[in-house]
Nanobody, 119 residues
Framework: QVQLVESGGGLVQAGGSLRLSCAASRSIFSLNNMGWYRQAPGNQRELVATITRLGSRNYASSVKGRFTISRDNTKNIMYMQMNSLEPEDTAVYYC?????????????WGQGTQVTVSS
């Protein structure tokens, strides 16, 4: 099991930057996939970015080139640097981590952090 706590959200003007953090309650060294999702009002939750234990990254096309996901296995924290923010990036952002139990994959979620981008 792992508990996740996001921080770093807030209000920013279009073109600005924010860095989100996701602190884990235990070592993340052995966790494979970690990621960020977001959900805007009236929309479905969507995948933003993922990172594997070895550092392989994937991004949604809408954020590629603007967002960077990273993880510090020594501090048990995952980050997402968000640059050139757009009003369309406004959403609640959630971090996730996968664990495995008895052959099943369990996805753990944080409580979310609000990001609001004004035009």
């Amino acid at each position: 099991q792992v508990q996740l706590v996001e921080s770093g959200g807030g209000l920013v003007q279009a073109g600005g930057s924010l860095r989100l953090s996701c602190a884990a309650s235990r070592s993340i060294f052995s966790l494979n996939n970690m990621g960020w999702y977001r959900q805007a009002p009236g929309n479905q939750r969507e995948l933003v970015a993922t990172i594997t234990r070895l550092g392989s990254r994937n991004y949604a096309s809408s954020v590629k080139g603007r967002f960077t996901i990273s993880r510090d296995n020594t501090k048990n924290i995952m980050y997402m640097q968000m640059n050139s923010l757009e009003p369309e990036d406004t959403a609640v952002y959630y971090c996730t981590a996968e664990t495995y139990s008895g052959g099943d994959t369990i996805i753990h979620w944080g409580q979310g952090t609000q990001v609001t981008v004004s035009s």
